[in-house]
């Protein structure tokens, strides 16, 4: 694969515009207006504290994951041979790539902490459903590990799942990253202001350079040989 160099500086471009748009404070407005709304709403309409309190579990994360991950296997069991084995490859890099990003967020010079802690009399489900333990806060919140990992899911189903997927993954993507945003323990641009332009910037540099295929490359032949060892390459 070669170079696609305008991808790669078109993603490189809108990952800097998200962020320094951020930075230079022109989503404030939109950061209030999305919190109070979801907030307000915690004591106005009957059981959504409950519900913003249940998706807000742990265990509710790791069941999203699995999720995700079904997707992937899925898709790896329809196909056979030398596919099922790059497959596997694809999600050990989508592996790699989250945990990279999520340390380059842990990195930023960047502390942030969530609405429910700057806004002293925001409503905190945790205080109104103590019976479920819920995340509501965060102290240094920018950008969300949460929305980091949707994001990095939905760039690879973008560039490497069947059409078809999208249908399901993206809509799916959109509800689960918006949890936390709806707790309080986000704002909203933690996720399209933080998480998304790592995610672009990561999508350049797998995608729109040869850097991806020549680490499928690097992997395929060990995966195949786990994948016969396992008897699962069909």
Same mark, same amino acid.
């Given at each position: 694969m070669r170079w696609d160099f305008k991808g790669w500086a078109v993603l490189q471009v809108l990952a800097l515009l998200l962020f320094f748009s951020w930075w230079s404070g022109h989503w404030q407005q939109l950061d209030d207006a999305v919190?109070?709304?979801?907030?307000?709403?915690l004591i106005t309409v009957p059981g959504f504290a409950e519900l913003v309190a249940f998706v807000n579990q742990r265990w509710i994360d790791g069941a999203v994951a699995l999720l995700m991950v079904g997707f992937v296997f899925r898709y790896a069991w329809l196909a056979s041979g030398f596919e099922r084995a790059r497959i596997c490859c694809l999600l050990l890099i989508m592996a790699g790539s989250f945990s990279l990003q999520a340390a380059v967020g842990k990195v930023l010079p960047i502390k942030r902490a969530s609405p429910t802690l700057i806004h002293a009399q925001a409503e905190r /489900?945790?205080?109104?459903?103590?019976?479920?333990?819920?995340?509501? &806060?965060?102290?240094?919140?920018?950008?969300?590990?949460?929305? %980091?990992g949707f994001a990095t899911f939905l760039l690879f189903a973008c560039y490497r799942f069947p059409r078809h997927y999208?249908?399901?993954?993206?809509?799916? /993507?959109?509800?689960?990253?918006?949890?936390?945003?709806?707790?309080? &323990?986000?704002?909203?641009?933690?996720?399209?202001?933080?998480? %998304?332009?790592?995610?672009?910037i990561t999508g350049a540099w797998l995608f729109h350079t040869p850097l991806a295929h020549r680490l499928t490359e690097a992997m395929i032949a060990p995966v195949e040989k786990l994948l016969l060892r396992w008897r699962l390459q069909g």
């Open positions: 919190f109070w709304w979801f907030n307000s709403r /489900v945790s205080q109104l459903v103590p019976d479920i333990k819920a995340k509501d &806060a965060s102290g240094d919140a920018f950008p969300s590990d949460h929305g %980091i999208l249908y399901a993954v993206g809509p799916l /993507v959109l509800i689960m990253a918006m949890p936390r945003v709806m707790s309080g &323990a986000h704002w909203f641009t933690d996720f399209i202001c933080g998480s %998304i332009p790592l995610a672009l």
